[in-house]
């Protein structure tokens, strides 16, 4: 496996996406950063689903320069959306089957074990609309892993899921991380799910992200700019002295 | 008698075929392509909708005759006129009911959405291979209604099929025209015979379709 490198910019609408980074080939590197600063619009860039000027490196690939731009079906990035993205008109196996198929034979687990990874040993026959909310996030994650990816990339796979759904998923994700080795970059907003699994962070801001990425504690608040840990203060003061009051 | 029953369903059944081959690209292309000029090209498609079916006949005619510089392009190759023939017809059935193809396929793309082809290019399918194993299936009752319609709605013709077949006994005259032979001869008995025959045919052929669509609609395929 290899690492990835890109240095991008573009406008998209009315915001300026300028990143630059280097994510290294094993491990998970987060994208942190309030809604709308652009986390997913990167990830799309990286995928070739959304185009932006600059440069995308996986390894000696080149997959997007001034003259070159790989499309997403021959780059083999793996991409978790946000809301689920199962083909409807399959069954979870033959979703699994879509991925596999095109992926051919290489290195990583293969059908079953990704499969036992992801504990879908009793849905494989069910269709994606009888499924709930985070065993649609574990089908989606499998089917990724399934593609043989050089790149996983996983945009807030969680936020669309309640409490229970997230407290589902998210052991199963630590478990990945464990046994994968393959660069993935995990957009989130949430600093106790990036303390969970992420070993490196990157933080995204108004379109702007710049490396090298900061090594993760398992200190959530660690995570967070002094900015948001002095808004916090004061929301915790405030709320202290209404119940005092 | 026999042989009008077969003109109309071979003529049906082939635009039917052709109109499918055709509403695909088309109904794709208007539904995600990002020409400017994209909606002209679905308002002349449409435009069968609008106009009498004579007016269409009459352009056709003139199209598929001896004169026209189109049948120029193929006087090397021995054909004259297709005019009053078969091949005419399905050429003019074809163009007519192109609407009724092109309008539900392109809906049924439509509401399909960005998202499933993204998901099917992070997996590795090319956009051809992404189109046939996620749009088409994806998009398939837009395809039945697309079906239905279509040779419905051909089976239904009679301007048009009129105007460049002209009910040529055996090769260009169809259950609707002969009706209306028969009408005019005073053949009563004959016509309600023919007539009622087709009222059973088109809720025959409507009924397996619907219930065709709805099973598929009930379980994956």
Known sequence: MSHVAFALSGRFGDFRLEAEAEVPASGVTAVMGPSGSGKTTLLRCLAGLARASGRVMAGEAVWQDGRTFVPTHRRGVGLVFQEPSLLPHLSVRRNLDFAARRAGRGPGPDFDEVVEMLGLGALLERDPDRLSGGERQRAAVARALLSRPV????????????????????????????????PVIYVSHDASEVARLADRVLRMEAGRLRGPAVVASDDPLALLSDAQVRTLARAALAAGLEAEA | MGQVVFTTVALAGLTTLILLALAAPLGWWLAHGRAWWKEAVAAVVSLPIVLPPTVLGF???????????????????????????????????????????????????????????????????????????????????????????????????????????????????????????????????????????????????????????????????
């Open chain 1, 151 to 182: 790149l996983l990339l996983m945009d807030e796979p969680l936020s669309s899921l309640d409490a229970a759904g997230k407290a589902e998923v998210l052991p199963y994700l630590e478990q990945l991380h464990r046994s994968l080795s393959l």
């Open chain 2, 59 to 221: 352009y056709l005619l003139i199209a598929l005759g001896p004169r026209s510089p189109l049948m120029a392009l193929l006087h090397p190759f021995g054909i004259r006129t297709l005019a009053f023939t078969f091949s005419g017809l399905v050429i003019g059935s074809v163009i007519y009911s192109l609407p009724f193809a092109v309008q539900p396929v392109r809906n049924a793309f439509e509401a399909i959405g960005p998202r499933p082809m993204e998901a099917a290019a992070t997996l590795r399918a090319a956009p051809f291979d992404a189109f046939f194993s996620v749009a088409v299936p994806m998009a398939r009752r837009g395809f039945v209604t697309a079906a239905v319609l279509v040779f419905a709605h051909t089976v239904g013709e009679f301007g048009v099929v009129l105007m460049i077949g002209g009910a040529i006994p055996g090769r260009t005259e169809v259950v609707s025209i002969r009706i209306y032979q028969l009408v005019e001869a005073l053949e009563f008995g004959q016509a309600h015979r023919l007539a009622a025959a087709l009222v059973g045919f088109a809720f025959l052929v409507l009924f397996a379709l619907f219930l065709l669509d709805r099973q598929a609609g009930s379980r994956a395929p």
